[in-house]
Nanobody, 127 residues
């Protein structure tokens, strides 16, 4: 199993940047494909980005390509999300999640495939 705790969210002006961090505990973090999702008030949880267990492959939602970068440090058991050129529509609670299947080769966008979730960190972007 893996436990996840996000941090780094805050109030920021449009055009600014943030780096979100997801700290994992448990011995097998390096075996999981990981993802970032976000949920705005009144909306469904939305896929943002995913990264393979070894970090060699990434997958982004079209809405964030070119502005968001997902990365990981398996030695530090940490997942990151760098967000540049923030927009008001990026306002949401951001969650990291671990894919339920250890060692899978597919990067998946559907929340139902992720079995472990953090509590989320709030990002608010003002115009």
């Amino acid at each position: 199993q893996v436990q996840l705790v996000e941090s780094g969210g805050r109030l920021v002006q449009a055009g600014g940047s943030l780096r979100l961090t997801c700290a994992a505990s448990g011995r097998t973090f390096s075996a999981y494909n990981m993802g970032w999702f976000r949920q705005a008030p009144g909306k469904e949880r939305e896929f943002v980005a995913a990264i393979s267990w070894i970090g060699g492959s990434t997958y982004y939602a079209d809405s964030v390509k070119g502005r968001f970068t997902i990365s990981r440090d398996n030695a530090e058991k940490t997942l990151y999300l760098q967000i540049n050129n923030l927009k008001p529509e990026d306002t949401a609670v951001y969650h990291c999640a671990a894919d339920s299947s250890i060692g899978t080769s597919s990067l998946r966008a559907e929340p139902r495939f992720y079995g472990y979730w953090g509590q989320g960190t709030q990002v608010t972007v003002t115009s």
